[in-house]
């Protein structure tokens, strides 16, 4: 079982900069893949970042490379997503989010089972 909690999320103007962290409960976040995904009203929710759980492997949804970067720490059951150049577009509540098999590299939304309660970033124009 992992609980998470997300945090970070806020106001920003376009071209600004947020840094979102997912703090991690459980003794084996160290052995959970880790994703960021996003959802905006009226829409799906979309794949944003994913990191292996030794860090080595990271993937970037189309829409955020370049701009995002996904890390973690394991001391201390974190994981962050570094958003830069941030666009209106980029609206939507973010959240982490760990597989049901812990070490799935997958960046589809339906083999992820625990969940944040998620956070709000919102980017204006």
């Known amino acids: 079982q992992v609980q998470l909690v997300e945090s970070g999320g806020g106001l920003v103007q376009a071209g600004g900069s947020l840094r979102l962290s997912c703090a991690a409960s459980?003794?084996?976040?160290?052995?959970?893949?880790m994703g960021w995904f996003r959802q905006a009203p009226g829409k799906e929710r979309e794949f944003v970042a994913i990191?292996?759980?030794?860090?080595?492997?990271?993937g970037y949804g189309d829409s955020v490379k370049g701009r995002f970067t996904i890390s973690r720490d394991n001391a201390q059951n974190t994981v962050y997503l570094q958003m830069n150049s941030l666009k209106p577009e980029d609206t939507a509540a973010y959240y982490c989010?760990?597989?049901?098999?812990?070490?799935?590299?997958?960046?589809?939304?339906?083999?992820?089972?625990?969940w944040g309660q998620g956070t709000q970033v919102t980017v204006s124009s």
């Open positions: 989010a760990a597989p049901k098999v812990g070490r799935s590299y997958t960046t589809y939304a339906r083999d992820y089972d625990y």
């Open positions: 990191i292996s759980w030794s860090g080595v492997m990271t």
């Open positions: 459980g003794r084996t976040f160290s052995s959970y893949t």
